[in-house]
């Protein structure tokens, strides 16, 4: 498992590679600042690329704001490279009724470079995942 930390030395995501069901799972914490969004969505992006998977698990049911702050970049930037690298399913679990929830949506309706697809439980997303093969 991988763990980044923040400046005030908390974890911000835990990484873990599947190599049976070819995913990467994320866990967030807290609040999701644009340096620490960049540095852990690069981090699973890369365990994605070394572990030869192709689905990535995000749960983000912890984080405790938007990260609206950086959907340019993730939209524009950083899709189109993880689909190079192989992503083509993309799940990511949030808190109901939160302002993550509202981010997750948002990125969902204007993703064009993989299937994405949002849930609020970690179970149905795992579920959904095997059945994309």
Do not use: C
């Not at 890369?46 to 405790?64: E, F, G, K, P, S």
């Not at 190079?84 to 948002?106: I, K, R, S």
Request: aromatic share 12%; net charge negative; proline share 3%.
């Amino acid at each position: 498992m991988i763990e980044l930390k923040n400046v005030f030395n908390k974890v911000f995501l835990t990484i873990e590679t599947d190599p049976l069901n070819r995913w990467v799972e994320a866990t967030w914490y807290g609040y999701p600042t644009e340096d620490n969004l960049r540095t852990g969505v690069a981090a699973y992006t890369q365990a994605l690329a070394n572990t030869n998977a192709n689905h990535i698990l995000i749960d983000a049911r912890q984080v405790l704001g938007s990260w609206e702050h950086s959907m340019k970049w993730m939209l524009e930037d950083w899709a189109p490279l993880a689909a190079q690298m192989g992503l083509e399913y993309y799940a990511l679990v949030v808190a109901p009724e939160t302002f993550a929830e509202d981010a997750a949506n948002n990125m969902k309706e204007n993703l064009y470079s993989f299937r994405a697809k949002v849930f609020n439980d970690l179970n149905k997303a795992k579920v959904w995942l095997k059945s994309q093969g």
